[in-house]
């Protein structure tokens, strides 16, 4: 086959040819070298070599699905790649090999076994070679064509010195330490980069790696934001803010920002919140990205498909995504090199820190560590801090010689009060207060700790207000239905005039730019409530702030059975409770009711999951861990389901289409044997749940139904 004839990317990928993903690779590559002060030169000949081992006639007969592979040992195109090292210096072999044999495999204990060392201890160093140096005298001269096209002095190599090559690689391979590697992860950023995008990629790896103008978020100075009025002009590299909902954060927290902004929240509705006020905000070339399980959905809006593409992929100027996005640092799964080498040197924001309790907030204490190792600026906000974090936060972050610490006077808290305290016994005592509320046209939000709670509260609400618009807002619904509901809850429930009533979960409790006149809510941990109560009286004023103006928020009391308290903690919950008392509910004293409900940080050692213990890295060189325990068990919503109707549709379709039809559920779910259907083999591998158990105004229920035969 001729040079220009040979391929990188099967012809239903694209089709792309290898000349011109190995010069796209390059680009990226020189751009992200070039954004991590690593060397440019380097940078782009890892490029050039590091897929032209697919010019093995092998590699481009699979592409075209004409081989049977009958070999006991896999055809690895990274390692034919570097029978071409002796193409450049000896010093120059140490850091192409790095960037190119394991951009695709863990050089030992890979998921496969078909990382180099794998390969070796199980076949041989002899058998591995032969197997990949096969028709050398045939294949080679076409990939070394292609290497003085790209501007590389070529010459003919032999069999021996290819030999050379790969001893070197196993060499250099056996004797790696425990280390991570830039060079790994600049090459699999460029690679994922150029892959996506192909033809395109030059054009737009031109504005990656652009700090952002953020100078939309220094326009506004008004007293009923205090924090705008405070400077943010201090020398110390991190940030610790802590003020009410409303305050002006956001914009503090992004003034501080120098370079490339990561901004993370908890739950997927702030995330999506967030990223589009980005979009309203910032200048329209600026690269803004958002980054969750069903970010897909959320840039529908997207002008092309590279737009949805990129969303992953390095160098965004502001990336919105949650702190799991980032689990991969502390953990070694794969990809971790890349995102080390994508936030190093840039700002990271860890926003509502409060939010996360348990395996999930030592995560979040062990990211700070590893983003401080990395040279990162971290900002640290929240309007619901116990003390006792803060401190452990600011001890992280070196203490106040390095980080600026911000919180508002006891006296400008007291314009912050917007509440008042009505405690109840059920949710029965809330009823009248909700109809009096509706009959003066207000907007009642009711926030259920639990996806059956807020499912049956809404089938209450839908046949007591029958005439009333409302609407239902949690986790279980497929990812379409529940995009289409949290803008449905933005553009008509809060921006439209009138009365309505909203019944959801947690979901709703950070970052979303909603305000109602009332709310009727379960008790939670207290900082979770407090972050509950901003939903409502939301949107201050000057008039608001004159009058004192006090809006009601109904607090059920905790049941009394600690099953029926779950997600949370029932003693944490009775304490909660005990802090609130009916009436007007001061600002400037709920950080002792906060501190009385968690004098003590409650994390959870995680240390055998990590693979960065205290200064030392615990990972060999060039490798990665296949999963993480720890990860599968942050990810309490990574199971799915699919309806039965959708299941067709579901298994042709593409990974945006399938994102659509996902359903997200529990873990513990997946043992049901009544709403078990079977399980895809396709996607995230969902269970099949029949129809009659899912409705695109309730979600996903959990009821039994006739066994269909």
Not at 10 to 39: F, Y
Not at 357 to 385: D, F, N, P, W, Y
Request: glycine share 4%.
């Amino acid at each position: 086959m001729k040079a220009g004839e040979l391929l990188a990317k099967s012809e239903k990928n694209g089709g792309t040819t290898l000349l011109n993903h190995l010069k796209q690779v390059a680009a990226v590559a020189e751009r992200i070298a070039e954004a991590a002060s690593m060397d440019n030169r380097m940078a782009r000949l890892g490029g050039y070599l590091h897929d032209i081992g697919k010019a093995h006639p092998y590699f481009q007969r699979k592409l075209q699905n004409s081989v049977r592979d009958e070999f006991s040992i896999p055809f690895r195109h990274e390692i034919a790649s570097l029978f071409f090292l002796p193409l450049f210096s000896h010093e120059e072999w140490i850091p192409l090999v790095d960037m190119i044999i394991a951009h695709h495999r863990s050089i030992r204990q890979d998921a496969r076994e078909q990382g180099i060392l794998d390969l070796d201890n199980l076949e041989g160093s002899e058998a591995v070679f032969e197997r990949h140096v096969e028709g050398w005298d045939e294949w080679s001269p076409s990939a070394i064509h292609i290497l003085r096209e790209l501007g590389i002095p070529t010459r003919a190599i032999s069999k021996e010195e290819a030999l050379e090559a790969f001893r070197f690689v196993v060499d250099h391979c056996s004797g790696k330490q425990l280390a991570w590697s830039k060079w790994k992860g600049l090459l699999v950023g460029a690679d994922h980069f150029a892959s996506a995008l192909n033809e395109t990629t030059e054009r737009h790896v031109t504005n990656t790696f652009l700090p952002p103008d953020l100078s939309a978020f220094c326009r506004r100075s008004n007293p009923l934001f205090p924090l705008s009025l405070i400077s943010v002009d201090d020398a110390r590299k991190h940030t610790l803010v802590v003020a009410p909902t409303g305050a002006g954060k956001t914009d503090f927290l992004m003034r501080r920002c120098k370079g490339r902004v990561f901004y993370t929240l908890p739950f997927q509705a702030s995330i999506n919140a967030m990223f589009e006020r980005f979009r309203e905000q910032l200048p329209e070339e600026t690269e803004i990205r958002v980054l969750h399980a069903a970010s897909a959905l959320t840039v529908k809006s997207a002008k092309s498909y590279e737009e949805k593409v990129l969303q992953d992929k390095v160098g965004a100027a502001v990336k919105v995504l949650t702190p799991h996005q980032l689990a991969s640092l502390i953990c070694g799964t794969r990809g971790f090199e890349t995102i080390a080498i994508d936030i190093m040197g840039n700002d990271v924001i860890l926003d509502e820190i409060h939010s996360y309790s348990g395996i999930a907030q030592s995560m979040v204490m062990e990211i700070i560590k590893v983003l401080s190792k990395l040279e990162c600026r971290i900002h640290v906000g929240s309007a619901t801090m116990p003390s006792i974090l803060q401190k452990s936060i600011l001890k992280l972050l070196g203490g106040k010689k390095k980080t600026y610490a911000v919180s508002l006077s006891e006296g400008v808290l007291t314009t912050f009060d917007r509440h008042i305290i009505c405690k109840h016994q059920s949710f029965d005592g809330t009823i009248e207060s909700i109809r009096e509320a509706l009959d003066e046209n207000k907007k009642v939000l009711v926030v259920c700790n639990r996806v059956d709670a807020a499912q049956q509260r809404f089938e209450r609400c839908k046949r007591l207000f029958p005439t009333v618009p409302q609407m239902l807002l949690h986790s279980r619904f497929r990812r379409q239905d529940r995009s289409s509901h949290e803008m449905k809850l933005r553009e008509q429930f809060d921006a439209v005039e009138g009365a309505c009533l909203v019944v959801s979960t947690q979901v709703v409790e950070v970052s979303l730019d909603i305000s109602f006149d009332m709310m009727v809510t379960d008790c939670a941990p207290l900082d979770s409530l407090i972050q509950r109560f901003g939903r409502v009286n939301r949107r201050r004023t000057a008039e608001s702030v004159q009058r004192r103006v006090l809006k009601e928020v109904h607090v059920i009391e905790p049941p009394k059975d600690s099953r029926e308290c779950l997600p949370y903690d029932r003693e944490v919950l009775v304490a909660s409770y005990a802090q609130l008392q009916n009436g007007p509910l001061p600002e400037n004293v709920l950080q002792k009711k906060i501190d009385a409900v968690f004098p003590r940080v409650g994390r959870v050692p995680i240390d055998t999951h990590l693979v960065w213990q205290d200064d030392e890295f615990q990972l060999t060189e060039l490798c990665h861990y296949p999963s993480s325990v720890l990860m599968e068990a942050l990810n309490i919503e990574s199971a799915t389901a699919v309806r039965q109707s959708d299941l067709k549709q579901y298994e042709s379709g593409n990974s945006e289409e399938r994102i659509r039809l996902e359903i997200p559920i529990p873990r513990t779910a997946k043992f049901r044997r009544f709403t078990h259907f079977g399980t895809s083999k396709y996607g995230t591998r969902p269970i099949v749940v029949h129809d009659d158990l899912y409705d695109e105004t309730m979600g996903l229920q959990w009821k039994e139904i006739e066994t269909v035969l």
